[in-house]
């Protein structure tokens, strides 16, 4: 990869990435921890925290767990969620615990619904659904999914996207984005963080 940046980012503008797993974390296989370590390589500001009790979460210490994070870090960071991390952005979105707490830009991949949800997780329903709430919490968020993805039954597209006016990315057979539907390795997202496109889905819309 080359070092050098994209043209948004030559004028000298810090910046940094926050990277959220979900539920039960993301394994050392999981295209996140790969981003992650693609990013670090790059010689960029990454966080990638491992978020309190992830077997057994509890949305209060994630509220706080990110917006801790996300003070601690340089600019406004571009963040990438995954699966559960996606609601805790919308949580978070909604209410902000602290002032402050701003991103550049925002990546929700594969977010669950109530219909799909572990039982652990349920406590973090409902989610808060506001498109202004959402907008005023970053310049730009956008959101991947997959029609088939077990987590999220009835598609993130309808349940997430369209309700948010998201520019929404369907990837055909993505399952929930995770190592089990091939997602180690994942090039695409890592153009994306690094704001040069990428390609996520095969499909586009808002």
């Known amino acids: 990869m080359s070092g050098r940046p994209p043209d948004e980012y030559r004028s000298g503008r810090v910046r940094s990435f926050l990277i959220l797993h979900g539920y039960q974390g993301s394994g050392p296989q999981h295209w996140q921890t790969w981003l992650a370590g693609r990013l670090r390589r790059a010689g960029e500001t990454v966080a990638y925290p491992h978020l ?66 572990p039982r652990p997780i349920l406590p973090f329903f409902p989610v808060p659904l506001d498109p202004a709430d959402v907008a005023a919490a970053a310049g730009a968020t956008e959101l ?17 996207g369209a309700p948010l ?22 090039p695409e997202v890592e153009a994306w963080a690094l704001g040069r496109g990428g390609g996520l889905g095969r499909e586009e819309r808002r």
């Open 52 to 117: 309190p009790s992830p077997d057994a979460p509890g949305l209060a210490a994630w509220r706080t767990a990110l917006e801790r994070e996300l003070r601690g870090l340089p600019g406004e960071p571009v963040v990438v969620c995954h699966s559960l991390a996606c609601i805790l952005w919308l949580h978070h979105a909604a209410q902000p615990v602290l002032e402050g707490g701003h991103a550049e830009r925002v990546l929700l991949v594969a977010p669950p619904s109530e219909a799909g949800a």
């Open 144 to 160: 991947v999914c997959a029609a088939d993805d077990p987590y999220c039954p009835e598609d993130a597209a309808g349940v997430y």
């Open 165 to 186: 006016g998201l520019t929404t990315h369907v990837i055909g057979g993505g399952g929930h984005v995770n190592v089990d539907a091939g997602f180690g390795p994942w």
